[in-house]
């Protein structure tokens, strides 16, 4: 019985971190693939479907609090295995944390505001767990250029770079949710 009580959480952990980090490596691999110099150009730096954001709303929807100690150790593992140790630092460190934190936030600002996605007998909405992602987005990108991850930008150049960040992150919040409904569905088929 103790046994089973153990290894509960760590399955949770285990397949938690598997996707966060999975998610890193897939979104590296899709941004050599597909990402038109035009909108690099237009925008900035940032992903066109950045994966990681829609992981850890998901995540956060599913475990509320419990989500940080899950997704910020795979994050930092993931930073770390694909920037090097050059890259990271105490900025980024506090960065990842305050983009970690800031999902689990996120769904209590709505809870408080009247709109609890995560509530007991609550039935998933797609819309509200969007429109949660999206606040989402808006916060941790905010985050991150305030602390400067970017070197100076213009006014300009800042709502151009903050706009492709929260493109790129419900793009890639939209792609996990089709792949978690589709994979979902299958599973109660087969």
Same mark, same amino acid.
């Given at each position: 019985?103790?046994?089973?009580?153990?290894?509960?959480?760590?399955?949770?952990?285990?397949?938690?971190?598997?996707?966060?980090?999975?998610?890193?490596?897939?979104?590296?691999?899709?941004?050599?693939?597909?990402?038109?110099?035009? $909108?690099?150009?237009?925008?900035?730096?940032?992903?066109?479907?950045?994966?990681?954001?829609?992981? $850890?709303?998901?995540?956060?929807?599913?475990?509320?609090?419990?989500?940080?100690?899950?997704?910020?150790?795979?994050?930092?593992?993931?930073?770390?295995?694909?920037?090097?140790?050059?890259?990271?630092?105490?900025?980024?460190?506090?960065?990842?944390?305050?983009?970690?934190?800031?999902?689990?936030?996120?769904?209590?600002?709505?809870?408080?505001?009247?709109?609890?996605?995560?509530?007991?007998?609550?039935?998933?909405?797609?819309?509200? $767990?969007?429109?949660?992602?999206?606040?989402?987005?808006?916060?941790?990108?905010?985050?991150?250029?305030?602390?400067?991850?970017?070197?100076?930008?213009?006014?300009?150049?800042?709502?151009?770079?903050?706009?492709?960040?929260?493109?790129?992150?419900?793009?890639?919040?939209?792609?996990?949710?089709?792949?978690?409904?589709?994979?979902?569905?299958?599973?109660?088929?087969?």
């Amino acid at each position: 019985m103790e046994k089973r009580a153990f290894a509960g959480p760590v399955l949770h952990f285990a397949v938690g971190s598997a996707l966060v980090i999975g998610s890193y490596g897939l979104k590296d691999l899709i941004d050599g693939l597909l990402h038109p110099q035009v $909108l690099y150009d237009y925008f900035g730096a940032f992903s066109l479907i950045y994966l990681p954001h829609g992981v $850890l709303v998901l995540l956060a929807w599913f475990y509320g609090w419990l989500s940080v100690p899950i997704v910020l150790p795979a994050t930092v593992l993931s930073v770390w295995l694909l920037r090097g140790p050059d890259a990271f630092g105490a900025m980024m460190l506090l960065l990842l944390t305050l983009k970690t934190v800031a999902a689990p936030l996120t769904f209590d600002l709505f809870r408080v505001a009247g709109v609890d996605a995560r509530g007991p007998g609550q039935a998933l909405n797609w819309r509200v $767990l969007f429109l949660i992602g999206l606040v989402q987005s808006v916060i941790s990108n905010q985050a991150r250029f305030w602390l400067g991850c970017c070197g100076e930008l213009s006014a300009d150049q800042l709502m151009l770079a903050i706009t492709g960040s929260v493109i790129g992150d419900m793009v890639g919040l939209l792609a996990v949710m089709l792949g978690a409904m589709f994979f979902f569905r299958a599973l109660r088929q087969g």
